[in-house]
């Protein structure tokens, strides 16, 4: 059945017959109508078509119907249509209307169209049949009414003629047509800010603001119509959003934010704003979107098999939700005897075990407040034998390693489907879905992916007729031949606009790469167009298409005209140059894409105008300029602002008032001889009389007034031909002087730390009052009164109270308040002293310790810096790390005692140690420590040596808690009878120890020795040749070293002459040659190639020589000129500090460096003692 619409009928004449026509397309089946749920007229055959007889009166037609087709399996009805009938509209007889109104004012022209069904089109034309001419000052509003954000000269006119045009009744009525005559005045209103004709805002209402219900899929207008001079411009903004984010345009010359379809997206906060030079007024539109109940998902006709179960899914969405409900042929499921087989899940109708007799059509019907929708579902019972729909022996050729799909379009009742098979006919038919590339579609076909050549060949489609009910059983099949091939010739072809392009060189046009890219070089506004790659080969035939659009800026506008020039406006108009296929969205004076825009002049000015155009690729150049038009002189159309006393100059005059004001710019002079007229008289005086002067320019000074006395002033801007507006008084004041008398009524209240201060309002103030300052001496209890410190806290404002805070415990205050202006301060009021109390006090100032023994520690700390009264104790606390049990306190009655000896205690366990001082109001916070005992230090027992000439740098790490201990260490020359010789004392935190005054070249032997055993001891050699036993071959008599030597000759001669042949040429040398380099190493004596890798630890040796290259690396950049010699010098490293001369102790201030595995100095020197 097709839905049908809703149908308005007009009664053109009661004797006159109307026929109307509700059509459901079905034939050969009973039908029937129902009214407002009842039954309406006979039940017809063949046609469903209702007919109004000419007897019976249309009103009886009114009402709800709904169309009944039936046959023997089931009925169908149709969404439900209403019937309205109304009267052919008539326009009354009405009056002529004039009005008139001043020259700037705004203005509403009424149109009252007699009321429909569907609301009539407003139209307003005049005498000629011509559309009134509308722009963002005249628009025609939603309720069809003309607005006039204010009025012309050339609004002038006789014939405003409202025409309401009723689409229904294909009539269109006149209104009486509306005389406006528009009146000159001298005091045109040039300073009027925006105000709302639409939408209507009552007066003392609070928010502008108004609530708007809209329907998904429904259009919807917000409407902002603005008045004012000049004429406002209106925008639009989504408060919670993007205003792009919507479906939202701004159409009506900004008046109108258009909704065509609004969707749920739409909801939220919108806000319109006109504004003009004089202000601006804003309304919000909160809008909610709600929606009549749409489908989802459709029931679907059905044909199923008896016995099975099937699913009728009807899922709809509304706001609010919609209330789903079923009907069988046209009988409400709630009327039907219930059936256990039936059910329903989320909307669904749910039936099991279908049998023929469920054939019927199932009507589902989703409603909300908003609306209803209705929907008519077949369900078909039946049982049919298995058929297979797809050609047999079809061909399917498919490239290597692609995917093809064989098909097996099957059809029966119930669904074949299970029984459907596919096989690879080869010498065994063999089941193809045990393949993972293989997968079955539910409509029998098969999908193969990533086809091999081994895939090729037959394959067989049959289905097993297993029907209950067949009283044979048959199979039936088709076949399929796949062909795979590994190449197949390829065409690549790309066109422009339909038509092929043709490969190029690449200096063309066009290219097509070998990878069939192609690539447009020097893209003009004719390569617009749409271009397609096909790719072409016997088997298939694939394209893909884009296009390519060329955007650039706009060209500027051009023919620049002026027209409905006046005094202060004229109309300015231009053509729009060429997009370049980018819209334009407007000029850089508006906002769309207008072609003229209404300019407010000022008076006695000469103006020429030029347009830019604005697309999303930039800005065009400007346009030629206009021809010039110029203004007459006018009376000042606005006065000076910003009218005040000068307070700063009134600082140093107290009985004079000096007058300044913001000048006006000379382009709202408006006329010749502009001036300032100034006003002025006593405020809340007597005497009524203004007194006045002229300046040209400020300030102005008035003489004698007085301290600090109240006038009233007001500045009226003038020029040749009159004055401006009439100005608003402003409230001055003459100069200031400093209060006469001091704040009286000082007291205190005080709170530990925090005193309130209150007292008396200052009188005599002689000045704009600023606020008050309390300054206070800290005197303590024993400081010096002639070095207080003094502390000012100011108070802003008329406040005569204070809290002051962060005062300090146990001290004496002594307090005055002074009154302050701008010009200064009052006498300080009598001094008022308050005593702070005793608190407890702060943390001691310092604590150390110090360990005699390894089961005891001394701690040693200063007393508080601040000890907020008298000092009684303290209390030491102390306790393991870690542990959770209470800490140990010890007392100390005699504030005097700074240590105290803890005794007994453990040597291997860290201490937390804490300090509190006491005073009669408690105990302060502590001062805490982590420390523990000092072990008794033994010597070394790993010590590195570091061999020189004539010492041995010894060094080793001390232990972290380790005493001082006195040590020797033991050496002696071997192979001899030599007895062992003892160093000096060495202390065992000291790290390190040079021994000195031994023989170059020897072997000797150390020990350290603790008590009578052997702490540690080594076998060392000193470096250099010495009388020592130690094995040597001669350096000179070894032959690598001779072979050497001869090669480096050898090499330097070659050198030597290639330098020769180079400088004979005017060449030059690379400064980083190689050769050059090697032969500067090779220069140096035996000692540097010694010391050439490692830098030596020992006082007497050298890092290298000054010219050692080896010592460099890369890092040194040598050069040289063309005879060879270099130029500059390179940065070799600077001298390394010798070491400890002297066989005593290091020191910190002449310690010899150690190697880099012994600790450094500042590790030891800030080693715990």
Known sequence: LQPLPNISFLIFNRHTSCEFVLKASVCSFRFHWMKNGQVFGPEMEESGTLRAEDDEPLDSYKGTYSCYAKNTLGTAITQPVQIIVESQPVLLKQQEVHKRVFEGDSIVLSCHPPQSSTPPQIHWLDKRMVHIKQSDRVTVGLNGKLYFSNVLKTDSRDDYTCYAQYTAARTVLPEAAVRLTVMSSNAVPQARKPHFFVPFQPPGSSEPRSSVLALRGNSLTLECIPKGLPTPKVEWVKRDGSLEDTSAKVENFGRWLYFSSVQQQDDGEYECRASNIHGSVVHSFSVSVEAAPYWVKEPQNLASAPGETVRLDCLAEGIPKPEVTWSINGIPITDVSPDPRLSFASGALILRDVGFSDNAVYQCQASNHHGSILINSFLFVVELPPQILSSDGVVYKVMEGGDVQLHCESFGSPRPYNDLSWCYVGEHLVPLLSDPRVSLLTNGTIKVSNVTHEDGGVYTCFIKNSSVSSVTKSTISITANLEIYSQYPVQVVWKKN????????????????????????????????????????????????????????????????????????????????????????????????????????????????????????????????????????????????????????????????????????????????????????????????????????????????????????????????????????????????????????????????????????????????????????????????????????????????????????????????????????????????????????????????????????????????????????????????????????????????????????????????????????????????????????????????????????????????????????????????????????????????????????????????????????????????????????????????????????????????????????????????????????????????????????????????????????????????????????????????????????????????????????????????
């Open 498 to 1169: 339909g038509h092929k392009l043709q490969e190029s060189s690449p200096d063309d046009k066009y290219t097509i790469f070998e990878d069939r890219t192609l690539k447009v070089t020097n893209v003009q506004p004719d390569d617009t167009a749409a271009y397609s790659c096909e790719v072409i080969t016997s088997l298939d035939h694939v394209s893909s298409g884009g296009s390519i659009t060329v955007v650039a800026p706009p060209d500027p506008p051009h023919h620049l005209t002026l027209s409905d020039t006046r005094d202060d406006s004229l109309t300015l108009s231009w053509t729009p140059g060429e997009s370049h296929n980018s819209p334009i969205t407007g000029t850089q004076q508006t906002h769309n894409n207008v072609q003229h825009r209404q300019l407010m002049l000022h008076p006695f000015s000469t103006f020429s105008f030029r347009v830019t155009a604005v697309n999303e690729q930039g800005n065009s150049s400007a346009s030629r300029p206009s021809e010039r038009h110029s203004t007459p002189p006018a009376v000042p159309s606005s006065n000076p602002v910003n009218v005040t006393t000068d307070t700063d100059l009134q600082k140093w005059v107290s009985d004079c008032v000096i007058l300044r004001l913001q000048e006006m710019s000379k382009r709202f002079h408006n006329g010749q001889d502009f001036q300032y007229k100034v006003w002025w008289r006593k405020a809340k005086g007597k005497d009524l009389h203004w007194n006045t002067g002229f300046v040209k320019s400020p300030p102005f000074l008035v003489n004698n007034t007085g301290t600090f006395t109240s006038f009233e002033i007001k500045v009226q801007a003038v020029n040749a031909l009159g004055v401006g507006p009439e100005p608003e008084a402003k409230i001055g004041h003459s100069g200031e002087d400093t209060p006469e008398e001091p704040p009286g009524g000082v007291s205190t209240l005080v709170k530990n730390r925090t005193v309130v201060v209150k007292w008396n309002e200052a009188q005599r103030v002689r000045g704009r009052l600023l606020g008050y300052k309390d300054s206070r001496p800290d005197r303590g209890r024993d400081r010096d009164r002639d070095h207080d410190p003094v502390r000012v806290e100011v108070v802003w404002g008329n406040r005569t109270s204070a809290e002051v805070t962060e005062l300090k415990l146990f001290s004496q205050y002594e307090l005055s308040v002074t009154a302050f202006n701008s010009k200064g301060e009052s006498p300080a009021s009598t001094p008022h002293l308050f005593i702070t109390p005793e608190g407890a006090p702060g943390p001691p100032a310092s604590l150390t310790f110090d360990s005699p023994t390894e089961k005891s520690l001394i701690l040693y700390w200063t007393p508080p810096l601040e000890t907020n009264g008298i000092l009684l104790g303290y209390v030491v606390q102390y306790q393991k790390e870690g542990q959770s049990m209470d800490s140990v306190l010890r007392t100390i009655s005699d504030p005097s005692v700074n240590q105290i000896l803890l005794e007994n205690l453990d040597s291997s366990s860290y201490y937390i140690l804490k300090v509190i001082a006491e005073t009669r109001s408690g105990a302060g916070p502590p001062i805490t420590s982590r420390g523990a005992t000092l072990l008794d230090g033994v010597p070394p027992t790993n010590v590195t040596v570091v061999s020189c000439n004539t010492s041995f740098n010894l060094s080793w790490v001390p232990g972290e808690r380790d005493r001082n201990h006195g040590f020797h260490f033991h050496y002696k020359k071997k192979p001899g009878p030599d007895r062992f010789k003892k160093s000096e004392l060495v202390n065992s935190t000291q790290g390190f120890y040079l021994l000195t005054d031994l023989q170059p070249g020897s072997q000797y032997h150390l020990q350290i020795r603790h008590g009578n055993n052997t702490q540690w001891e080594d076998v060392k050699w000193t470096i250099g040749p010495g009388s020592g036993s130690k094995p040597s071959v001669s350096f000179a008599a070894q032959g690598w070293l001779i072979g050497l030597i001869s090669a480096i000759v050898l090499l330097v001669l070659i050198l030597l002459i290639l330098c020769l042949i180079k400088r004979s040429k005017g060449g030059k040398y690379a400064g980083k040659s190689s050769l050059t380099s090697f032969f500067l190493f090779s220069s140096s004596d035996g000692d540097e190639k010694r010391s050439d890798s490692q830098p030596s630890l020992c006082n007497e040796s050298k890092l290298g020589s000054d010219d050692s290259l080896a010592e460099y690396g890369d890092s040194v950049d040598i050069q040289f000129n063309e005879d060879g010699s270099f130029i500059g010098q390179y940065s070799g490293r600077g001298p390394v500090p010798h070491g400890n001369e002297s066989s005593g102790p290091a020191s910190p201030v002449n310690a010899a460096p150690p190697p880099p595995i012994a600790p450094s100095m500042s590790s030891i020197l800030n080693r715990p003692s």
